[in-house]
C-alpha cells in the first residue's frame, strides 16, 4: 500500500490512465473525398476483393496513385539548366562518335580527339558543378 501512495505521490496526486500516445509519424490525419456512387461501388467490390476495409483500401489506392505521380511530376527547367542539358546530351553524342572512331581507326588515332574532348568535358562538368 505504501507503495501505491508513494508512486501517485510522485506524479501529483493523479494516476496516468488511458492508452499511450501515438507517435507523430503514427498518426494519421482526415481527409473528406467526394465521389460518383459507381466510384464508390469500385472501391468497395475491390475492398471486398481484398478483405480490406473499405477506408484502407481507399487510401492504398490514393498512396499508390499519389507516388506514382510524384514520379511523373517535371519541375520546368530555367533557360540556364536547358542550355546545361542540352551540352550533356551533345557531350554524350560525342563521347558516342568517339567510341566509333576509336572502334574503326584504332585508338592510337583517336587519342589526339579524345584528350580535346576530355579537356572541354572537364570544363562543362566545372560549370554543371556550379549550376
Given at each position: 500500500m505504501a507503495i501505491a501512495q508513494s508512486k501517485s505521490a510522485d506524479k501529483g496526486g493523479k494516476?496516468?490512465?488511458?492508452r499511450p500516445k501515438k507517435e507523430l509519424s503514427e498518426k494519421l490525419?482526415?481527409?473528406?473525398?467526394?465521389?460518383t456512387p459507381e466510384d464508390?461501388?469500385?472501391l468497395h467490390m475491390g475492398a471486398e476483393q481484398v478483405g480490406m476495409p473499405l477506408s484502407e483500401f481507399a487510401r492504398e489506392m490514393v498512396q499508390l496513385r499519389a507516388r506514382r505521380q510524384l514520379r511523373r511530376l517535371r519541375v520546368p527547367l530555367t533557360p540556364a539548366?536547358?542550355?546545361?542539358?542540352?551540352?550533356?546530351?551533345?557531350?554524350?553524342?560525342?563521347?558516342?562518335?568517339?567510341e566509333q572512331l576509336a572502334q574503326e581507326s584504332g585508338y592510337a588515332a583517336a587519342a589526339v580527339e579524345v584528350g580535346a574532348t576530355g579537356q572541354e568535358l572537364a570544363h562543362f562538368l566545372t560549370q554543371l558543378a556550379r549550376a
Amino acid at each position: 500500500m505504501a507503495i501505491a501512495q508513494s508512486k501517485s505521490a510522485d506524479k501529483g496526486g493523479k494516476k496516468k490512465g488511458g492508452r499511450p500516445k501515438k507517435e507523430l509519424s503514427e498518426k494519421l490525419v482526415s481527409i473528406t473525398m467526394h465521389v460518383t456512387p459507381e466510384d464508390f461501388m469500385w472501391l468497395h467490390m475491390g475492398a471486398e476483393q481484398v478483405g480490406m476495409p473499405l477506408s484502407e483500401f481507399a487510401r492504398e489506392m490514393v498512396q499508390l496513385r499519389a507516388r506514382r505521380q510524384l514520379r511523373r511530376l517535371r519541375v520546368p527547367l530555367t533557360p540556364a539548366q536547358e542550355q546545361l542539358a542540352t551540352r550533356l546530351a551533345e557531350a554524350c553524342n560525342c563521347l558516342t562518335r568517339l567510341e566509333q572512331l576509336a572502334q574503326e581507326s584504332g585508338y592510337a588515332a583517336a587519342a589526339v580527339e579524345v584528350g580535346a574532348t576530355g579537356q572541354e568535358l572537364a570544363h562543362f562538368l566545372t560549370q554543371l558543378a556550379r549550376a
